[in-house]
């Protein structure tokens, strides 16, 4: 078998890797991509889970359904009123796959204009940085990397007594194609792909129910902004129960009987359809062959120092099957920093400024260290918080609800965090993220002009409060 030498081989066309791919062309690096997924027209399709069945088509659904949602619950307020609303949910799902399509052809299209050679299949890294690619039409090719970068991804992790049958039981892969409004949908796991897809399912007339077996509703965020989200859903109509332990999922003539546990003792429900939304886990299964070196740990992550090298010489490893969150926002600085570290030129991804994003309505944000994060640590704060009540273009919105919180060193005055939950916080968030970058204060961010009526105003006026200055809010 004929061997093709490439200076930089990466395995998985995700974010990271098409990224990680694309930076080290650019670079003048001889550089291949493997990937062996398919659209659902049975060819390949690159970007990975993000943008086939993940990030992307969820953010499409979640704007049609909120345009619904709007005409049949807000647009009232505005004084604008439509007799027999209704929507075509095939039309929507076709709209959610166009737009798939034109984002996984526009990956095609920078590949060939980069000069980055794909292969379409599944890649295997073998000892001595040679990696095998079995393709889709049964043959296999072998390369040779200067440099390897593993970029495999994640997939849904299947609980053993719901398993995926892409029609009654499903992951976010179902839920995003579902042929009609389930009448009764259930989830288990009130994480990112549980809120939005049980958020986009309930708008447009289902009735959801999630089950969440932490005690905590979205532990990992703000309490206060977990508890503003909470009771903004609620008002929404979804059913979200905490300490709810699910242990059996019976398909019966296309209904699921759920058994699950909280505080009341043994309950159980029935469902049309089940979205299990339970986290995710590295897909390195099949990834490596033996004598390689690299190291997985025990939940099957590749394992890497902060330079995201696995201790081989020349393998590297990058995005959701390493260590951190698993955002694509993450892997797409990890392989540019990757691609720029081979090329000899610095690369560095500061995980501590990693901003988290769930885009229910209203949107919740947030980057660095939260106030009971804080307090753990022992580290001295201070808070300053505003809502979007008291904001005028917020209010002009018709979107009142949240609130931005800032909060700072109590003796440095360094911004540690910044919280939010409110309208458009996704991208509102990014004033924290590059305030955190360089190393930015509070006052920093209170002495910096804000337009008005602008909704970043939120940010501004928060900053202020934390040394109890605020304008337009008592101290």
């Known amino acids: 078998m004929a061997t093709e030498n490439f200076d930089v081989i990466v395995i998985g066309a995700g974010p990271a890797g098409y990224h990680a791919a694309i930076r080290a062309a650019q670079l003048g690096l001889k550089t291949a991509c493997i990937d062996a997924a398919l659209g659902k027209d049975g060819k390949p399709a690159l970007g990975g889970t993000c ?3 993940g990030c992307i088509p969820s953010k499409a659904l979640l704007d049609s359904s909120r345009q619904y949602w709007n005409l049949t619950h807000l647009f009232g307020e505005h004084g604008i009123t439509a007799s027999n609303p209704a929507i075509d949910i095939g039309t929507m799902i076709g709209r959610k796959d166009k737009i798939v399509k034109q984002f996984t052809g526009g990956i095609a299209m920078l590949f060939k204009a980069n000069k980055v050679t794909p292969y379409y299949g599944f890649g295997q890294l073998q000892p ?32 053993p007594f719901a398993k995926f049958d892409g029609k009654t039981i499903v992951d976010n892969v179902g839920a995003l194609d579902f042929t009609e409004v389930p009448k009764r949908l259930g989830v288990i796991g009130a994480g990112v792909i549980g809120l939005e897809l049980g958020s986009v399912w309930k708008r447009l007339g289902a009735e959801v129910t999630i089950l969440e077996a932490l005690p905590d509703f979205l532990a990992a965020a703000d309490a206060e902004v977990a508890k503003t989200a909470a009771r903004e859903f609620k008002k929404q109509g979804l059913d979200i129960r905490l300490g709810a332990k699910v242990s059996k999922a019976d398909v019966k003539k296309n209904e699921v009987v759920l058994t699950y546990t909280d505080a009341k003792g043994e309950q159980t429900i029935t469902v049309d359809k089940l979205l299990v939304s339970v986290g995710r886990r590295a897909a390195t299964k099949g990834l490596l062959a033996d004598g390689t070196g690299v190291k997985l740990d025990q939940r099957g992550m590749i394992e890497v120092d902060e330079h995201c090298h696995t201790g081989v010489d020349g393998v590297w490893a990058i995005g959701d099957c390493v260590r951190g969150p698993m955002l694509a926002h993450k892997g797409f600085e990890e392989g540019i920093a990757v691609a720029e570290l ?4 610095p690369g560095h991804v500061n995980l501590d400024t990693i901003p988290w994003v769930i885009y229910t309505e209203p949107e919740i944000a947030w980057v660095g260290k939260t106030e009971e994060q804080l307090k753990a640590e022992g580290t001295p704060y201070k808070a300053g918080s505003f809502p979007f009540a008291a904001l005028g273009r917020a209010v002009a919105m018709a979107e009142p609800a949240g609130f931005v919180k800032v909060i700072a060193h109590a003796e440095t005055d360094r911004i540690l965090g910044m919280h939010l939950v409110g309208v458009n916080v996704s991208e509102l968030v990014h004033e924290g993220v590059l305030a955190m970058e360089f190393s930015g204060s509070a006052d920093d961010l209170a002495r910096i002009c804000h337009a008005h009526p602008t909704l970043s105003e939120a940010v501004h006026d928060a900053a ?7 304008i337009h809010k008592a101290n």
């Open 51 to 53: 943008l086939r069945v």
């Open 128 to 159: 001595g940085n040679v990696v095998t690619v079995k393709q889709h039409d049964g043959t296999t090719v072998e390369l040779k990397g200067t440099n390897v970068v593993l970029a495999a991804g994640s997939d849904s992790i299947e609980l």
């Open 342 to 345: 081979i090329a000899g030129l």
């Open 464 to 470: 202020m409060a934390v040394s109890k200055r605020a």
